[in-house]
């Protein structure tokens, strides 16, 4: 009690209530805080290991090139998640190798597909293919996601878009951005390979042109005495 001017002046108290109210909203605050931290956290993760997993398709490509030697970049399912690792066929047995034969654990990514190419695709695996010097590539988009569906709210998903041809193999967000990836490397590829005809057609005719010319030099055996 507070006396003021000889008067008892009541002091008004929280109530039981109000107490429970302010509770409750510092609760829902703090919830909200702690789901935003780990969304976070998460997408990080993600972002992280779908890097991994396209740096990982990027060296399966150059060790086909580099090595000429039949490369697979393989993916398998288990009960605690996706493992992914890359395959050398008749790669020497050395720390090099070993590192690349390493079974390295996705954490956030649990759904991997690949839409169409050469792709083994067995219950519980995958397996990309790069094959025969250059020769043959997967072609399609592989999509890595945190969740079956791409269209789940929550869903974090990237497109590894494979041409089918030595590439430069990159990520993007979207599947529209993957298809018009693989459309614009095709046209590329067939304008280079148009240019190549190209040559190779006045390489020919000036091979003729010049065996033409070198005939015409020659002298006429009949009128030679």
């Not at 043959?136 to 945190?146: D, Q």
Request: with cysteine.
């Amino acid at each position: 009690m507070i006396f003021r001017n000889g008067q008892r002046i009541g002091r008004r108290c929280l109530t039981l209530i109000e107490m429970l109210i302010v509770i409750a909203v510092l609760s829902f605050v703090g919830s909200l805080v702690a789901f935003g931290i780990h969304a976070a956290r998460q997408k990080q993760l993600f972002l992280s290991e779908a890097e991994e997993v396209l740096k990982a398709a990027r060296m399966a490509q150059d060790l086909l090139l580099i090595l000429d030697a039949d490369t697979t970049l393989k993916f398998q399912a288990d009960e605690e998640g996706i493992l992914y690792w890359i395959s050398v066929e008749g790669g020497k047995a050395d720390s090099f190798m070993r590192n690349l034969n390493k079974k390295r654990r996705l954490k956030s990514i649990h759904v991997v597909e690949f839409d169409d190419g050469m792709a083994d695709r067995e219950e519980g695996q995958l397996s990309l293919h790069f094959l025969s010097s250059g020769s043959s590539l997967p072609k399609g988009i592989l999509r890595i996601s945190t969740a079956l569906s791409s269209k789940e709210d929550s869903a974090l998903s990237r497109y590894i878009a494979f041409s089918g041809y030595p590439s430069y193999i990159r990520s993007v967000s979207t599947m529209e951005e993957a298809r018009s990836i693989i459309e614009e490397d095709n046209e590329g590829g067939e304008l280079v390979v148009r240019m190549m005809q190209e040559e190779v057609a006045q390489l020919s005719q000036r091979g003729t042109a010049v065996e033409g010319k070198s005939e015409s030099k020659k002298p006429d055996e009949k009128n030679s005495p």
